[in-house]
Structures are given as C-alpha cells and as structure tokens.
C-alpha cells in the first residue's frame, strides 16, 4: 500500500442543534472533503471533539465513515484514548472499517516512562495489524515529546512509521524529527491548522492534516507547491491565513460555523466547550470569507 501523503482533512463531528449526532450531515461534509481533492480523511481526530464522545459512539461512526468511504480515500482511524485497551479497541474498530492507520496521541500518563510507551503504541499496532501514527501535540492537548524521544519510539516499534508533529516550531522539529528518525519513518506530517504549512513543505513534511471547512483550498496550495509554484502557494496560504488565524481561537466553533455557512451542516452546535462567536466575531467571519469569495462557494446566506 502506498505511503500516506498529501492533504488529510480532519472530518468534524456534525450534531443537530440538541447535542445529538447528526449521521447526514457528517456524510456530507465526508463528501465535500473527498470531492475537494484530499488525499484521505481522519476521523476522529481533536478538531471532531472526541473527548466529547462516547467509546460507543467513536465505535460507530468509525463503522459508518468506513463504509461511507468505501475505500475511495484513505482513512485514518483516531484511536487516542488514556487506556491501551480503548486505544486498541478503536484501532481495531477502524481497521475493520478499511482504515490504513490509527493517529494516535501520546498518553499524558506515559509521559516519564518512554518503555511503557513504546508498549502502548505496540499494543495497538499488534493488536489492529494497522500502521500508526503518533501525534505528537502540544501542551494541553498532548505533551508536546521531545524529538529525540519521538524518534526512539518510532526506532523502537516498528509499527510506528508516521508523526504528525504539532509543536511549534514544527517546520523546524519536522526536518529534524526527519533526520532523527534515521529512516524509520515513511512521512512527517504538520498539522495545526495547516497555519505554517509552507514552511513544513518546504522542511519536508509530506502533507498536512487541517480542519477540514478550506479543503479546497488546502489541496490547491499543495498541488502548486508540488509543482514548483511557491509563489502561487504562498499567495493562496497568505489568502487563507486570516481565516486560519480565527480557527486557532474559536478552533470547532470556526470550523464548524464556515460549513454552516456554506450550506453543508444544518447546526454548527458543538459539546467541547471553549470561546463563543459573539455578534461581532460572526460580523469579522462574514467580512473575510466575503474577501475569499473568489476562492470558493462561501454561502453568507445563511448567518
């Protein structure tokens, strides 16, 4: 099987304005981002509130999406849990669904004993018979592992041989992670919004794993990368950088009140909790995807 590379969008958890998971609109905005050009699909990564779900829900969306799929696109199963047996039930769950490999963050728990580490990831690698990925974020969403401990684990457990590396300065930490690894790493992956993804390209990351409401626009800055077009690149990623910027704060509450607005979702209600879009910041929303307009059917019809 080919080495995962490319544009891997983050697919969100959609829920009706109740709380209660909405299954048709989580198929459209799967739908949206495989007919955007990307190159695989995660799910559920941080950007789909997993914390905020049920093992039993994680279960069955990771059955539904697999089939959603249908192995169109890769898929990349989350399987971040605090427990090595629910990281390797989810595991599991998504390698039966037709996943390729299962993100998994490194356990705050393990953070002072890297053996014990080393044996969680092997457990859900031996355990799924899938290849992992271990995502390495910063503090509070993960603990942010020096790289020389992240190369150990990846020279230590064969069934390691992807990193989506989120602490910043990432451009700087995917070269040298890179390096570090000593070839026991297929790809590097940046991530964080996809904020500094010209930067991790060209220090050699192999793609990005974003929030998914730009897909579009993600892909056509690595396509024009690829293409030895830094400049148009760069202009794209300068085009969508306000917006970007605007994620980092509201983070699923941005992400998920763009697909509202571009008529994919019926409610942009979300169960993490976290800073609210007042009136003035969805006044701020409306103004820079009016300026996008030209990129993409931003729909401000519906505010």
């Known amino acids: 099987m080919a080495a995962l590379s490319g544009v891997l969008p983050i697919l969100p958890t959609i ?8 299954e048709r609109g989580m198929q459209r905005v799967l739908e949206y981002i495989i007919s955007s050009g990307a190159h695989g699909v995660v799910y559920p990564g941080l950007a789909s509130e997993y914390e905020l779900l049920s093992r039993e829900e994680r279960l069955q ?28 039930a989810y595991a599991v769950a998504g390698a039966e669904a037709g996943a390729s490999a299962a993100m998994i963050l490194t356990p705050r728990s393990l953070a002072e004993d890297m053996d014990a580490m080393a044996d969680f990831f092997r457990s859900a ?63 590097v992956f940046g991530g964080a919004g996809a904020r500094y993804l010209i930067d991790e390209l060209a220090r050699g990351a192999k793609g990005t794993m974003p929030a998914c ?16 077009d830094e400049t148009g690149a760069r202009n794209l990623f300068e085009r969508t950088l306000p917006l970007l910027n605007m994620q980092a704060v509201f983070r699923w509450r941005l ?37 996008m307009a030209d990129l993409g059917s931003f729909d401000r019809a519906r505010t």
């Open 15 to 22: 829920f009706d304005s109740s709380g209660a998971i909405d």
């Open 125 to 187: 690698h031996e355990g799924s018979g899938i290849d992992i990925m271990l995502q390495n974020a910063p503090a509070p969403m993960g603990i942010g592992l020096p790289l020389q401990k992240v190369a150990a684990l990846a020279q230590a457990v064969d069934g390691i041989v992807y990193v989506k590396e989120e602490t910043p300065p990432s451009g700087q930490r995917i070269m040298h992670l890179t390096e570090l690894a000593r070839g026991s790493l297929r790809a």
């Open 213 to 228: 409401e730009i897909t579009e626009l993600h892909v056509a800055m690595l396509e024009l990368f690829r293409a030895g």
């Open 255 to 291: 992400t998920k009140a763009v697909l509202f607005r571009r008529g994919l979702i019926d409610s942009d209600f979300t169960r993490a909790p976290g800073p609210e879009l007042d009136r003035y910041d969805r006044t701020e929303l409306d103004a820079l995807l009016a300026r």
């Open 61 to 88: 969306l990771t059955q539904v999406i697999g089939q959603w799929i249908g192995g169109r696109t890769p898929f990349v199963v989350g399987a971040s849990a605090a427990l090595p047996e629910d990281a390797l």
